[in-house]
């Protein structure tokens, strides 16, 4: 761990102006950070004093701090990054598409780790610190994408926090995979994953028995894809309900998509929304702009935990995304029409965990002494402003450490362990 130092001049959202009993603006304040082993030890207005320290001494040049974003929902093993441009070939059906994944699955199995690095970078670049990566499990690749993924996870290690769902991709009934997925959740995977219960595999109870079998034997966290449209996947989310219930699995699950919960009547989605949140089932979204999602401006009043991800990106499925989860905020808050200050602020949380810079009232919730000392240093005034033009994101620490981009002040000194060099 590098020395104690102090990191200078960060502008942190301080509380919001209301005039005519609405949030105006947004107010920001200078501060200094004192972090040791990584964590946030005190925090002083910039203005109070004059720093006077023999401890080495960063300064932000007045960046604004942000909490570190969380990329929810990715598929490292499928992106096409770092090979030659291919463009996305269009497909009449899901299975269809399925079977044209499953013929190139071999042959991009070989650059696994360099395809996923190259995302891992984007992401890193974009201010994520941490990714839920799915990753296939099936008879067509057995645990060599699991493998390619866990190596180049591991070349990040400092700089991402990561989470793997072992991925039925190609149906976990359909192509018998229950053996498969049982090995991988041995070999490295932490989560245990699923894919449309009746549109794939055809059978939505056994499908789902089978699934939350697997999370019991392996104490594990489950995370499925639900695609099917309509009743069909508005019934799987509650037949999934119901087990979760069961099995005593409370705050231990999500459904990926779940574009079933924008396709029925308000009163049907905020009934299970109420179940959902009874029974902690998070909703993980890419926030697609060609149809239908899931209510989340309801699931977040009926307290359910949402949160975003840019899902596989320039691969096989889709020739689009950029890796930006800033952009992924900006777009929901687009979707929504967030546009005042206090919506487009509060619409960061999505990305972050949860964590907001500022409450309703205006008090600092982010950050504070003892947390750690990890954060996206970008060029805006406040969060609201970072949201809305997805501002540039000048450099990402981890616990203290530099681990993207650089700060340019000529007046900085260097830490001891920190690359400091010009912003990119």
């Keep these: 761990m590098n020395e104690p130092y102090w990191l200078t001049n960060v502008t942190l959202d301080s509380g919001f ?22 964590i946030i030890e005190e925090l002083q207005l910039a203005s109070s004093m004059p720093l006077k320290t023999e401890t080495p001494v960063q300064d932000a040049g007045n960046l604004l701090a942000l909490p570190p974003f969380k990329e929810m929902h990715n598929h490292l093993d499928k992106t096409y990054l770092g090979l030659p441009w291919k463009s996305c070939t269009p497909v009449p059906s899901l299975i269809e598409r399925l079977k044209l994944e499953a ?6 199995a070989e650059t696994g780790r360099i395809r996923a690095e190259r995302m891992l970078q984007l992401l890193l670049k974009g201010g994520a610190t941490h990714v ?28 991402m ?35 449309d219960p009746g549109g794939v595999d055809n059978n939505i109870e056994a499908s ?41 699995w409370k705050n231990r699950a999500a459904v990926s998509h779940a574009f079933a919960l924008g396709d029925v009547s308000s009163g049907e989605s905020n ?27 309801v699931l977040h009043e009926k307290g359910v935990r949402v949160a975003l991800g840019c899902d596989g990106f320039y691969d096989s499925w889709s020739p689009f995304g950029t890796g930006d989860m800033l952009e992924k905020a900006g777009r929901l808050a687009e979707r929504y029409n967030w546009k005042d200050e206090y919506g487009l602020s509060q619409s960061l949380q999505f990305i972050t965990g949860g ?17 750690e000392a990890s954060m996206v240093l970008v060029d805006a005034s406040c969060a609201a402003e970072a ?36 912003r990119e």
Excluded at 143 to 159: D, H, R, T, V, Y
Excluded at 163 to 179: C, D, W, Y
């Design 17 to 38: 102006v209301f005039e005519n009993e609405r949030i105006d603006r947004t107010k920001t304040a200078s501060y200094n950070m004192y972090i040791k082993d990584g």
């Design 103 to 108: 013929e190139e699955l071999a042959e991009l």
């Design 132 to 159: 839920r990566t799915h990753v296939n499990i099936d008879p067509y690749i057995g645990m060599k994408n699991l493998e390619e993924i866990q190596k180049a996870l591991s070349s990040f290690k400092g700089k």
């Design 161 to 195: 926090t990561y989470e793997i769902v072992a991925f039925p991709q190609h149906g976990l009934l359909r192509t018998n995979s229950k053996g498969l997925m049982r090995q991988a959740m041995k070999e490295g995977a932490s989560l245990v994953g699923g894919l």
């Design 208 to 248: 789902l028995y089978e699934m939350m079998d697997l999370a019991v034997e392996f104490d594990a966290d489950i995370d499925i894809h639900i695609h099917d449209p309509g009743h069909l996947g508005f019934y799987t989310i509650k037949k999934l309900a119901s087990l979760i219930d069961e099995a005593g």
């Design 271 to 297: 009934e299970l929304a109420s179940e959902l949140s009874n029974l902690g089932i998070a909703i993980m979204s890419t926030v697609p702009i060609n149809r239908v999602i899931p209510p989340i401006d």
């Design 355 to 371: 964590v907001r810079t500022l409450d309703h009232e205006g008090n600092r919730l982010w950050p504070n002494v003892g947390n």
């Design 387 to 422: 949201v809305a033009r997805r501002s540039t994101r000048s450099a990402v620490m981890v616990n203290g450490n530099l681990v993207y981009g650089g700060l340019d002040c000529e007046s900085a000194l260097n830490v001891k362990g920190m690359s400091i060099s010009r």
